[in-house]
């Protein structure tokens, strides 16, 4: 009897879970999930630690973000730990980044690369708006070389809300 009940548990839970849509093991990284309003802008306000989805003139959503690690200040010279501050551009993304999802943020710019030029130095590159890494930052709120980082569960919807062109506003 015993046994009986074990295997009719057994499948009534192979049923259930057919019918049932489970996320919690997904390995899947770009969520077509995102139903609201077609995103025309991002504004980041580096001094509050929050980026804003805009459509329009209409402010969608705001997520919490890290910067990096030296976040005071524009970012002039490549290493400084800033992250920038004007308007870049969306200009690429990158499903397979090691910081789970990321998106490509134009800088440099003319004006970034002539002032690290004025300091003889590189003004670097590669600025991205990303998930985390695979080790916790649970304590330290800026941690990347001058990238902005969210929650990996934030990330996969901004990662599906933005396209490639979107302009981003950093400001201080």
Known sequence: MFYLRSVLMVLLLCVLS????FNLFSTS??????????????????????LYLF??????KDYRVGLGFDPIGDKKISGDGKTPEGM???NRKNPKSRFFLSLGISYPNK??????????????????IHGED???????RDWTEGCIALRNKDM???YAA??????????P
């Open 88 to 90: 870049y551009y969306i």
């Open 55 to 60: 459509s329009g003139k209409e402010m969608i």
């Open 162 to 171: 933005v396209n490639i062109g979107t302009p981003i506003f950093i400001r």
């Open 29 to 50: 990284r770009n969520s077509s999930d995102y139903s609201s309003p077609a995103i025309t802008s991002l504004v980041v306000i580096k001094s509050a630690r929050k």
């Open 134 to 140: 695979s080790k916790p930052h649970y304590f330290t």
């Open 156 to 158: 996969r919807e901004i």
């Open 18 to 21: 057919g019918c049932m849509q």
């Open 111 to 128: 004006r970034d690369l002539a002032e690290a030029k004025s300091f003889g130095k590189s003004a670097g590159g590669d600025i991205f």
